[in-house]
Each structure stands twice: as C-alpha cells, then as structure tokens.
Nanobody
C-alpha cells in the first residue's frame, strides 16, 4: 500500500498551492482521508479530513482558506490551500483509513514553505 503525495513547494505569503495524494496497492475500501502537518520537534496535527461521503472537518486556523476534496474512483485526496501564511510552513502528510481492516496508511510527506 502506498500513498503518494505531490504538490508541495515554495510560495509567497498570500499565494496558493494544491496538494494531491493518490493511494495505490491493496488498500481495500478507503473510508476517511485527510491531511496532517508536522513541524520539527512537534506532534503531527490535523489539517483537514474528509469522509467517503464528502463530510469535511478542518483545523480552525485553515478554515476558509483550505479546501479538502477527494475522488473516490481514483482513491485520491486533494488539499487546495489559498491565502497561505508563513505559519502554514510545514511538512504535510496524507492519511487514509480503512475501518473494515482497522488499518491506517500514511504518505511520506511533502514540504510546504511559505515565505513572508
């Protein structure tokens, strides 16, 4: 099972980036998908999640700026990030859960850097 994330990079404050994460392999039926971020020496924190039916949840600081979406047919989750701030700088990880298997999968992380 692999989660391949892409779309990170360097952007100026106020700019936008779109992250993508495709799941492949013997993953079965994916339930929740999401994005988390982690700074050095800190715990990984939730950014946004989305259920298979499209119900979303966002961390307060990204509400109104970030939008999570998914394509179930492609087992892919997206994170559209607008109005980026320097404090959004982090390594972003995608996550997928298979409730039937009690399994959780993580991508390798993609760096997002927002310059002021």
């Amino acid at each position: 099972v692999q989660l391949q994330a892409s779309g990170g990079g360097l952007v100026q404050a106020g700019g936008s980036l779109r992250l993508s994460c495709a799941a492949s392999g013997s993953i079965g039926s994916i339930n929740d998908m999401g994005w988390y971020r982690q700074d050095p020496g800190k715990q990984r924190e939730l950014v946004a999640t989305i259920t298979r039916n499209g119900i979303t949840n966002y961390e307060d600081s990204v509400k109104g700026r970030f939008t999570i979406s998914r394509d179930n047919a492609k087992n892919t989750v997206y994170l559209q990030m607008n109005s980026l701030k320097p404090e959004d700088t982090s390594v972003y990880y995608c996550n997928a859960k298979n409730f039937l298997r009690s399994a959780e999968y993580w991508g390798k992380g993609t760096q997002v850097t927002v310059s002021s």
